[in-house]
């Protein structure tokens, strides 16, 4: 399994991550990928978040959901819900 680096997602802003949860087909936009700082030295990848936008009205719990996307094939991606919008609420993953 290759691990996974802020370089495979940032050609990916603004683009949709399926994922399936308790039976439903849900959609995840991507709307952000941006590096953290690193606190030690070497490590296997630098740090990295993502936030992703999902329009539903409820908010999902946090876990690890297997997410599909054109390109990228499948991963699995542990999400927290951290805010609601008006669009929806936003998930976020840190890698690190």
Do not use: K, W
């Not at 990916?12 to 590096?35: H, I, K, Y």
């Not at 946090?62 to 929806?88: D, S, T």
Request: include cysteine; aromatic fraction near 12%; proline fraction near 5%.
């Amino acid at each position: 399994m290759e691990l996974l680096t802020l370089e495979h997602f940032v050609g990916c802003v603004n683009e949709t991550f399926a994922a399936e949860f308790d039976g439903m087909q849900m959609e995840f936009v991507l709307v952000e990928a941006r590096p953290l700082q690193q606190t030690h030295a070497n490590t296997a990848r630098a740090p990295f978040s993502l936030l992703f936008r999902n329009a539903a009205a409820i908010v999902f719990p946090q876990q690890i959901y297997p997410m599909r996307h054109a390109r990228m094939g499948e991963v699995g991606i542990f999400l927290v819900p951290i805010a609601q919008e008006r669009a929806g609420f936003l998930y976020q993953a840190v890698f690190n």
